[in-house]
């Protein structure tokens, strides 16, 4: 999906010294301890660190972690010798101590700002009332050697014994979002890297602990765990009970946040005495005024959204009827796992958002510039389209998007046609220490290929593979849960972190067991749709990202492709170019309601997979999979593991629950006894 580059013959014999503005120079030299990027590169390769000081900022405010993160974008920049103590999901020291590098804690986090603070040319102050001035602080403070901070921060920062200078002061230059953002592309976008692209939310929500208020009252709630939508109906609950105070609040919650499927709310109809006082689509300007508390739930793609809550999340809407209302009704379109409670003294609002750290460093470090456009506003995706006119093919556009679900698929789709692709980092930490660290050549174990019999084949695949932060942290969980290597599991992961975390894609390639595998996902080098890409630079980003995947011994890829976020199926032309340059024995495709094998263009077996997010979906699954079976041939199930709500101790689970016509297999089994089932050639 790249053009390729024109290089000099200077740059075919020598690694490139990293260019900071919109042109890479070829016949710059490498300066010693610096990045270097390389055309033939996906991301830049860090100095290797030689000694590490650590600061712990996960309870500091987001001021702090913005400090620290751009602080450590400088000085990294000529070597890594910061590190963050930024998530404790995975263990606060089990990535540093596999680094291997010597470091020291320090057990107050200014220690490290005093000690590097002279490495920084001065302050850029953000605008506290206008959050995205914090993304355009980014990008100056990577532009001009400086770091961000907030205007209380400034103060002390000015003060002995950092001695700090602000260079800029953004209070009152923008007015919204898009008037700092074209501000920034305006003045900055040119003397940025055009080499990558980097998106991130200019602050994030904090969770407050707590559950629902002992003043509401559950008043329906799902008890059948349902999960395909039979239950939808527009359900009619009567609010009266709460009438006496100013407002009632409905709060929405998943009545079974253990597996992951939660709420789903269409509209919401609301009436006082049988006057209408609100009626609203989720997603909609008219759903904002009632929106009280959406602690992080998300909204579908597509008009017709809804709403939903899972994973712990909920949301929260306010009603206030006309005084003197004796009879308060709301009709609301739901299903699935629901719980509504409802009350009339106001909770305590989870909404509180702060700047944060992450990501930032790698931006600050490879002077990028960092925006976070929504899609789906026809003035900011204008802008974003902009930006990526303005890039190469084959840039990668690093961190997440605007607007929850409906952002991602919008988002995704567009950049695909720009020929960029994602990779999903904002959450990632330390990516400045981490890129300097070095790949190793490790195969896969390889297995033997069962023979080929009339039974129930299944492979098992986890999810998020392409998620640069769910290889640092999820990813680490489940590989270390003591369930893993008792059954086979693919699991899907970034080529590309040959690149931009070797020492992570070092310890599972190192410690996988033979019924481990690794396969690219999705699309392959990052997550794109196969159909919205151009034609004309498909082939040769195919071929480009190949190379990592033959790197990083990865053969298999799980693809999604969506359109109008609908998943659809690959075209020939596109199977015909996975088969050329990827060379898999077979693809994964999309996550679906349903399984099957289709072989395309004759040749090439594409699996679609049916995704679950518990062990009883997967019984259920592999169940109506052998009632429906003949058994005089074999018959393939791909099943998709929700990574967020199932542990390899699941899946031991759930094979052991299965019969002896069943038989679990690695991918690489799988598209092989696909190819036998089918007479067609087997590919190693």
Known sequence: MYRKLTITCLALICTLSFSFGAHASPDAQSKKGSITWSPQQALPTFAKAKHLDVADVYDAPGDIKILLATLQGIVNREEPRIYLFENVEEG?????????????????????????????????????????????????????????????????????????????????????????????YENLWKDTTHRMLVGLSPSTSVRIPGGIPESFTTIAEDTTQERDGNNRKVYDLD?????????????????????????????????????????????????????????????????????????NRYFIYKFTPPAG?????????????????????????????????YLRDYA?????????????????????????????????????????????????????????????????????????????????????????????????????????????????????????GKVPINWTTSPLLYDGAPAILNHYQETATKN???????????????????????????????????????????VLNRIDGQNIPLSPSEAAAYQEYYKPSGLFLSWEDRYGVTIMNDSLPVSTIRGISTVNDGKKVLNEAKANWDGKSPLFVSLGLLAWSMTPT??????????????????????????????LPDKP
């Open 650 to 679: 699941d899946v031991a689970a759930l094979t052991e629950s299965l019969g002896p016509e069943y038989q679990a297999v690695r991918a690489d089994q799988y598209f092989s006894l696909i190819s036998q089932a089918n007479g």
């Open 364 to 484: 600050v470090a490879n002077k990028a510039m960092v925006f976070w456009l929504d899609s789906n506003v026809p003035e900011q995706k204008a802008l974003f389209e902009k930006i990526l006119s303005g890039v190469q093919p084959r840039t990668p556009y690093l961190g997440w998007f605007s607007n929850d679900v409906e952002g991602e698929f919008s988002s995704v789709e567009i950049v695909s046609g720009y020929s960029v692709y994602v990779l999903a980092a904002d959450w990632f930490s330390n990516m400045t220490v981490f890129s300097g660290t070095k790949a190793k050549s490790i195969e896969a174990k390889p297995v033997q290929t069962p023979k080929l019999e009339n039974k129930i084949y299944v492979t098992y695949t986890f999810s998020e593979g392409d998620n640069f932060q769910y290889n640092q942290h999820r990813l680490r969980i489940l590989w270390d849960d003591p369930g893993r």
């Open 92 to 184: 606060k020291k089990t990535w540093l101590d596999d680094l291997q590098v010597p470091y020291q804690e320090h057990a107050d986090y200014w220690d490290v700002v005093k000690k590097y603070s002279k490495e920084a040319q001065g302050i850029i102050v953000y605008d506290p009332k206008i959050q995205d001035s914090i993304n355009v602080a980014t990008t100056l403070a990577g532009l001009k050697d400086a770091v961000v901070a907030s205007p209380e921060l400034a103060k002390q920062l000015q003060a002995s014994p950092y001695n700090l200078q602000v260079i800029d002061d953004l209070q009152g230059k923008f007015k919204d979002r898009l008037d700092a953002y074209t501000w920034q």
């Open 516 to 558: 481990d595998l690794l396969i690219a996902g999705p699309s392959g080098a990052g997550y794109f749709s196969p159909s919205p890409w151009p034609d004309a630079t498909f082939p040769d980003f195919l071929k480009f990202t190949r190379s990592y995947m033959k790197k990083t011994d990865m053969n298999i890829t799980y």
């Open 325 to 357: 209302t004796t009879q308060l009704t709301a009709s609301v379109d739901m299903w699935n796992q629901y719980k509504v409670s409802a009350g009339n003294t106001q909770p305590p609002s989870s909404e509180q958002k702060e700047p944060y750290g």
């Open 239 to 311: 609010l009266s009970t709460y009438l006496g105070q100013d407002s009632v609040y409905l709060r929405f919650d998943d009545a079974f946040p253990q597996d992951g499927w939660g709420a789903a709310v269409h509209q919401v109809t609301v009436q006082a005495d049988g006057q209408t006082i609100a009626q609203f689509i989720p997603g909609t300007p008219e759903e904002e005024p009632y929106l009280y508390d959406r602690q992080n739930s998300q909204v579908s793609a597509g008009k017709g959204g809804h709403r939903f809550a899972d994973n």
